[in-house]
């Protein structure tokens, strides 16, 4: 089974910054990657597919990138509606399986 | 535009079996793009899937929970449903139905979700 490790798991930030979210597979998945972002109480949100491509709507200060085994979720400009916690979530094209990283909470610092 | 709605009981007994059930509206469920799939939620936690189908009925299963997981599709009422036995505190989760993009190997369209409580 493939094994999604994402870092950090908690991340303190403020309005404006740069933040970066990794997400580690234990082996290659090509591209096969979606960053999600969830809100207490509602259901995750698509912001990213196929590692880097910006799924409608979704703000441009989102992007993805990565290949193989490293990827990583990038906010430009944290906004205020950012604040969320974002998973990662690998698929394996040859049996539709997902597997999810651990989530990473983005709080106000 | 396509909408999910779980639905089933929110409370379910040690050692019996949760029954959901995914409403799809808005779309058929008989499209070969789509596989359709049940995620889970425990309170506080992060996001577990569970399995997916596809619309003439090939599943697939999370191996960790493969041994108490059946799910299935009627096409003719564009439902498919999840149904897990021997269910444990540990099941008591929000659960999920989505619809999974085979192209972009993401969830588009996902249901608001359904808490689950296993409690005697």
């Known amino acids: 089974d493939i094994q999604m490790t994402q870092s950090p798991s908690t991340l303190s930030a403020s309005v404006g910054d740069r933040v970066t979210i990794t997400c580690r597979a234990s082996?290659?998945?090509?591209?096969?990657l979606a960053w999600y972002q969830q809100k207490p109480g509602k259901a995750p949100k698509l912001l990213i597919y196929?590692?880097?491509n910006l799924e409608s709507g979704v703000p441009s200060r989102f992007s993805g990138s990565g290949s193989g085994t490293e990827f990583t979720l990038t906010i430009s400009s944290l906004q205020p509606d950012d604040f969320a916690t974002y998973y990662c979530?690998?698929?394996?094209?040859?049996?539709?399986?997902?597997?999810f990283g651990q989530g990473t909470k983005v709080e106000i610092k | 535009q396509l909408q999910l709605q779980e639905s089933g009981p929110g409370l379910v007994k040690p050692s019996e079996t949760l029954s959901l059930i995914c409403t799809v509206s808005?779309?058929?469920?008989?499209?070969?793009?789509?596989?359709w799939g049940w995620i889970r939620q425990p309170p506080g936690k992060g996001l577990e899937w569970i399995g997916s189908?596809?619309?003439?009925?090939?599943?697939y299963y999370n191996p960790s929970l493969k041994s108490r997981v059946t799910i299935s599709v009627d096409t003719s009422k564009n439902q498919f449903s999840l149904k897990l036995s021997s269910v444990t505190a540990a099941d008591t989760a929000v659960y999920y139905c989505?619809?999974?993009?085979?192209?972009?190997?993401?969830?588009?369209?996902w249901g608001q979700g359904t808490l689950v409580t296993v409690s005697s």
């Open positions: 082996q290659s998945i090509s591209s096969w």
């Open positions: 989505a619809r999974l993009e085979i192209a972009a190997g993401g969830g588009r369209v």
């Open positions: 808005g779309g058929s469920i008989s499209s070969s793009s789509y596989y």
């Open positions: 196929k590692a880097s």
């Open positions: 979530q690998q698929y394996n094209s040859f049996s539709p399986a997902w597997t």
């Open positions: 189908i596809y619309y003439i009925g090939s599943t």
